[in-house]
């Protein structure tokens, strides 16, 4: 009888432990739930504290959002526009050279389809690739002088032509003006009238129309006789006279005389010089 009396007491007490085992979990449990509810709320009163402490922080957030937006459309735009600038560069840079057609000319001269020496931001256009020879001053026949020759007097074949309330003496080519008592050889004025040309001038087409050359000047037949005008561009001659200067651009080595530049070339094996479109 003892033996079931102490047996059941055993039973009891460890029926009573696990009773308040059970028990005291159950209040600890309940009591991290309260405080993690607690801190959860204390957690969002913290968080609407900071949003009633600033207040529109969304509508801040939005309006930065949205400027970042339009900033980065207005930057795609400028982008854009960037590129179209771009590409409109690049298309003015490479226009090809070929049919090149100065302003002023005529339909009928020809169009440049080599492209350009370029040079001290200028291009140098000719119809004829560069081939160096030396030069040598030509001498058109006995009557023929260089500008800057002086004569104490002219023959009396010499006539007298005028432009803009000046006269100058002609004779065979070559034009004089009064100099310390005698005579000096000029170059002529561009738009004087001479009654003939002299034996040795060269016919020199350009675009299909005639000019003509002697001396280093060039003409064309107008009414009344022949008229100086501007070296043609696209011209070439055979010979130029005593007076050109060598420039050299570049690499490559122009003749000028009187602010027109000839580029040395050759044709069917001969040296020549082309009359230079200078832009």
Known sequence: MRIYTTVA??????ISCSVLLILFNFFSASAQHRRFAGNRSQIQRRSVNRSQSRPGLQQTRERHLSAMRSSGQRASANHSQVNRRTVSRASTRNVSPANHHPAGWAASRPAYSRPPHIYGGRRYYTYHSYFYHPYRPFFFGPTWHPVGFFLAGLAAAAVIVAIHNEQYHYYQGVYYAPYNGGYRVIAPPIGILVPALPPGYVSVNVGGIDDYYYGGNFYAQVNGGYQVIQPPAG???YNL????????LGGITYLKYFGTYYQPIQINGQNAYEVVEVE
Do not use: F, L, R, W
Not at 9 to 14: F, R
């Open 9 to 14: 007491a055993k039973i009891s007490g460890v």
């Open 235 to 237: 011209a070439v001659v």
């Open 241 to 248: 006279p005593d007076g050109c200067t060598s420039v050299n």
